[in-house]
């Protein structure tokens, strides 16, 4: 009577530790929220801050990967916010790289041991112009003819530049939406954004 009583109670105890992980709630691309009250962040992506091109759709890919499963989380390291990041298996499939062949996130090279698969899926979303690849937020024309002046965002060094259609490189200039690059009507409105005028502007 005790061994099943204790088998029971370990069963139990399994069960319950496994529910801890049932996801309860996603928040945006790469971020939602499991049972036991912990946020977990994917590694090595970064889906559109919410508001941003891409946000949406990031958001409801990943609700369809993981919403009321159990995950299991490998590589778990915690980032600033005090998150919990790592490698997350849904149903046996590895929900980073899944997101990433939506084309709905990025990579961002964090150190993982599926750097190459995550950078393999993301050319290949890239190629066929996929998500955030897309016309829809990678774009070189304006919503209006009164707002063309383009923000843009030095991958290299994080300085955010405003072309106006004056500027030497203007039409090379391809804006990613989802990133935070944009248009705006106006000089000021650029400004006040902390975008400055491109080195390659003319006056």
């Given at each position: 009577?005790?061994?099943?009583?204790?088998?029971?109670?370990?069963?139990?105890?399994?069960?319950?530790?496994?529910?801890?992980?049932?996801?309860?709630?996603?928040?945006?691309?790469?971020?939602?929220?499991?049972?036991?009250?912990?946020?977990?962040?994917?590694?090595?992506?970064?889906?559109?801050?919410?508001?941003r091109?891409?946000?949406?759709?990031?958001?409801?890919?990943?609700?369809?990967?993981?919403?009321?499963?159990?995950?299991?989380?490998?590589?778990?390291?915690?980032?600033?916010?005090?998150?919990?990041?790592?490698?997350?298996?849904?149903?046996?499939r590895?929900v980073?790289?899944?997101?990433?062949?939506?084309?709905?996130?990025?990579?961002?090279?964090?150190?993982?041991?599926?750097?190459?698969?995550?950078?393999?899926?993301?050319?290949?979303?890239?190629?066929?112009?996929?998500?955030?690849?897309?016309?829809?937020?990678?774009?070189?024309?304006?919503?209006?003819?009164?707002?063309?002046?383009?923000?843009?965002?030095?991958?290299?060094?994080?300085?955010?530049?405003?072309?106006?259609?004056?500027?030497?490189?203007?039409?090379?200039?391809?804006?990613?939406?989802d990133?935070?690059?944009?248009?705006?009507?106006?000089?000021?409105?650029?400004?006040?954004?902390?975008f400055?005028?491109?080195?390659?502007?003319?006056?």
């Amino acid at each position: 009577m005790l061994g099943i009583l204790l088998l029971g109670s370990n069963g139990f105890w399994v069960w319950n530790n496994k529910e801890q992980y049932r996801v309860t709630k996603v928040t945006d691309g790469d971020t939602f929220w499991i049972k036991s009250g912990d946020r977990v962040r994917l590694l090595g992506v970064n889906a559109p801050e919410v508001g941003r091109c891409g946000s949406d759709e990031a958001t409801k890919v990943l609700n369809n990967l993981v919403f009321n499963k159990v995950i299991n989380i490998e590589e778990e390291k915690r980032d600033e916010y005090g998150r919990r990041m790592g490698l997350v298996y849904a149903g046996g499939r590895l929900v980073n790289l899944e997101m990433v062949k939506s084309g709905w996130v990025r990579i961002n090279y964090d150190k993982n041991s599926q750097n190459e698969a995550l950078k393999s899926a993301w050319k290949a979303a890239s190629d066929n112009k996929l998500g955030v690849n897309s016309p829809k937020c990678k774009t070189t024309e304006g919503p209006s003819n009164s707002c063309v002046i383009k923000g843009n965002i030095d991958k290299g060094t994080g300085e955010k530049f405003y072309h106006l259609p004056a500027c030497r490189h203007y039409k090379q200039i391809v804006l990613d939406l989802d990133t935070g690059e944009g248009y705006f009507c106006n000089e000021a409105e650029a400004s006040a954004a902390g975008f400055i005028l491109a080195p390659d502007c003319l006056r």
